[in-house]
């Protein structure tokens, strides 16, 4: 989703073809990753860089009370939308995520993610031994092991629960996605304003839900939808794009910053 320049990259994608924020993934084990330890704290500044982060359809309802949810990429994916620039507004210097602001689970994950296996019919627990919070086993044992006697620790073990939920939900997501699709609900926006300093942005590259077109939807294909809670989620991306003045707020406090 482009903003403020003349490219035009896609949010919830990287110009590698590594998942967004992910630098050197590698499947994990004991054998590669028994000495690494995940340093304490939180820091958030890995997704400083991005104005827009990927979103499943479980997330909605906190989602859409802290962003503006869209529809990007080929296929249609939701993401909500962090920034007017090529910016996370959210990220604090400290690397700290914005106080009383929805979390992505995205965001959250990282630095574990799920890899694909060589025959493209399991996933696999990784990491991103680029994250500038993994350092190998520190003296004074700083920060949580990743393995614990070769088997892996409870840090791990909840990773992989986590990334086996996110999974599971991007196969309902990628059910809704398609439905939309299907149905041509998705139609190209932009969103064009002026910042404090009276510079202009245009944010591009990005599609949402056409009011009329989801009106004129028949009879069953209502019915079933919102027996799949589908027009809930439909209502909370709606709603969510009021939100793009918060945006212009947060954006016209960062210009008016020192």
């Not at 004991?30 to 939180?42: I, P, V, W, Y």
């Not at 997330?59 to 949810?69: D, K, L, N, S």
């Not at 630095?111 to 003296?139: H, M, N, W």
Request: aromatic letters at 10%; proline letters at 6%.
């Amino acid at each position: 989703m482009a903003s403020k320049s003349k490219t035009d990259p896609q949010p919830g994608t990287a110009a590698a073809t590594f998942p967004l924020f992910y630098a050197e993934p590698q499947a994990l084990t004991a054998e590669a990753h028994g000495a690494l330890r995940l340093k304490n704290g939180q820091d958030f500044r890995f997704a400083a860089g991005t104005n827009a982060v990927p979103i499943m359809a479980a997330e909605f309802v906190e989602g859409q009370r802290a962003y503006p949810i869209v529809f990007v990429g080929e296929p249609a994916h939701p993401a909500v939308v962090l920034g007017l620039a090529e910016e996370n507004l959210y990220v604090e210097a400290d690397g700290g995520w914005a106080e009383g602001r929805y979390i992505p689970a995205y965001v959250r994950r990282y630095p574990f993610v799920f890899i694909e296996t060589a025959d493209k019919t399991q996933y696999a627990l990784g990491i991103d031994v680029a994250c500038s919070r993994l350092a190998a086993t520190p003296g004074d044992g700083e920060g949580q092991a990743l393995f614990v006697d070769g088997q892996p620790s409870p840090l791990t073990q909840e990773a992989l629960r986590f990334s086996a939920a996110l999974q599971a939900s991007q196969q309902d997501t990628r059910a809704f996605c398609d439905a939309l699709v299907e149905r041509d609900l998705l139609v190209e926006q932009q969103a064009q304003g002026a910042l404090a300093d009276g510079e202009p942005f245009n944010v591009r590259g990005f599609r949402t839900v056409d009011a009329a077109r989801l009106h004129a939807l028949p009879d069953e294909v209502v019915l079933d939808w919102r027996r799949k809670g589908w027009l809930t989620l439909i209502d909370f991306h709606l709603a969510s794009l009021s939100l793009w003045r918060d945006l212009l707020g947060r954006q016209g406090a960062a210009v008016k910053a020192p």
